[in-house]
Structures are given as structure tokens and as C-alpha cells.
């Protein structure tokens, strides 16, 4: 049985309203999502590519922060034990990762310590150098970066508040498009 604290009640994690009415795409081609960041970026290619979509740094990291919930999968970090393994990863967390990996590719490895919590235990992991993927390490090496992240494991209420604003950000996006966008009959398909 799960068991709630008063605090856990009252502070679920971040809370925000989305706008409706957003349209369905009436493009869906593979090459699109080369805009999309992958796990092997480094902080400055992150806070480029979220800027060609309009997003601050501020609003990449918070929403990084959704790495607060779930896992990774070997494969999306694997890259990081060897050859040479990556320096800017704590040593003893770069055990947990190769035991992790000794499950193979698809063995899952949690983001942080609460995986089913909304909280900034990533944010703490990064300041602890055991951040999984390189992109979520990385946050933590750039300057600019940095400081957001130490905010975020400092003042939790930053981080729900700048994740909402974020979260409500990327909701609008194409919303431009979206009036010339359509209602699928198939959420997978254009009509
Ligand atoms: C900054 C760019 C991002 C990169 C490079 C990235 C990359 C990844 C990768 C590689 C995984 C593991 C997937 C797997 O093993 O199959 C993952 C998982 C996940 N990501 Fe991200 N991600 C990013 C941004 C985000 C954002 C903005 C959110 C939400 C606000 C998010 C939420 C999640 C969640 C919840 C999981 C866990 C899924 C599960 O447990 O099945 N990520 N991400």
C-alpha cells in the first residue's frame, strides 16, 4: 500500500493547465525529428537546438527536469563506460551503471532515487556527478547550465514553477500551424 504524507498531498508536483484545442500535424516525416535533442549532446548543442523551437536555457533545463520520473534504458548510456569512460561521471555511480548494464541493453536504470516521485533528486544526482545520460551531466558542466541546475536542487518551487511555465510554453508550439491542422481519425495516421 502507498502511503502519503500530508506533505506528498498537498505538493503532488508541478501543477498547471494546458490549452485545448491544439490541432494534429498534417506532416509526420521521420527527418523532423533530427530537431529533436539526442542523449549524446552537450550542453551548448542543447541549448541551441531547444532555441530553434524558442526555448531558454532555463526553460531546457527545467524541462530536463522531467528526468525526475522513470528510467533509461543501457543502450542510451552505455557509451559512457567505456573507451574512454566519460570523466565527468562519479566513479562509484559509474559502478552502479555497469552493474546496471551487465542486465544488457534494455537492463533499466533510474534516473534518480524516486523514480515514481515528482521532486529535484535530478537535479541533486547532477550536482553529484550521477547524472545517467551524457545530456543530463552535461547541464551540469556548462556555466550557464550550472547555475540553473544548482537552483533547482536548491529551491524545489523554482524548478515546479519554471517546469510549468515551460510545460505550458511547449504546449502552444505550432500552435500557428495548428490552425491549418486537422482532427485525426487515427492518432497515428494524417487523415
Ligand atoms: C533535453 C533533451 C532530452 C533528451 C536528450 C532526452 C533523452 C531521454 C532518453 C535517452 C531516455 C531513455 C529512453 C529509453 O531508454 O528508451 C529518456 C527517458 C525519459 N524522458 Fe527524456 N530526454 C529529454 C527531454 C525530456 C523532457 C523535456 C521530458 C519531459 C518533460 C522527458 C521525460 C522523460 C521521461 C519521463 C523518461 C522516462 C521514460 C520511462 O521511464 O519509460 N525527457 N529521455
Excluded at 562509484?92 to 516521485?117: I, P, V, W, Y
Aim: hydrophobic content about 35%; proline content about 4%.
Amino acid at each position: 500500500m502507498m502511503v502519503w504524507s500530508w506533505w506528498e498531498l498537498l505538493s503532488g508536483g508541478p501543477v498547471y493547465d494546458i490549452p485545448k484545442g491544439r490541432k494534429d500535424g498534417r506532416r509526420s516525416k521521420v527527418e523532423d525529428t533530427l530537431i529533436a535533442p539526442a542523449p549524446t549532446f552537450n550542453a551548448s548543442e542543447l541549448v541551441r537546438v531547444s532555441g530553434l523551437r524558442g526555448f531558454s536555457a532555463q526553460d531546457m533545463v527545467a524541462l530536463s527536469g522531467g528526468h525526475t520520473l522513470g528510467v533509461a534504458r543501457c543502450l542510451t548510456f552505455k557509451n559512457r563506460l567505456s573507451d574512454p569512460v566519460d570523466p565527468t561521471m562519479d566513479s562509484d555511480f559509474s559502478k552502479t551503471l555497469s552493474k546496471t548494464c551487465s542486465g544488457g541493453d534494455d537492463a533499466e536504470q533510474t534516473f534518480d532515487m524516486t523514480r515514481n516521485h515528482f521532486d529535484n533528486f535530478y537535479f541533486q544526482a547532477l550536482q553529484r556527478k550521477s547524472g545517467v545520460l551524457f545530456s543530463d551531466q552535461t547541464l551540469y558542466n556548462n556555466p550557464i547550465t550550472k547555475s540553473i541546475v544548482k537552483g533547482y536542487a536548491m529551491n524545489q518551487a523554482k524548478f515546479f514553477l519554471d517546469f510549468e511555465q515551460a510545460m505550458v510554453k511547449m504546449s502552444l508550439l505550432d500552435v500557428k500551424e495548428g490552425s491549418q491542422g486537422e482532427v485525426r481519425a487515427d492518432c497515428r495516421k494524417i487523415n
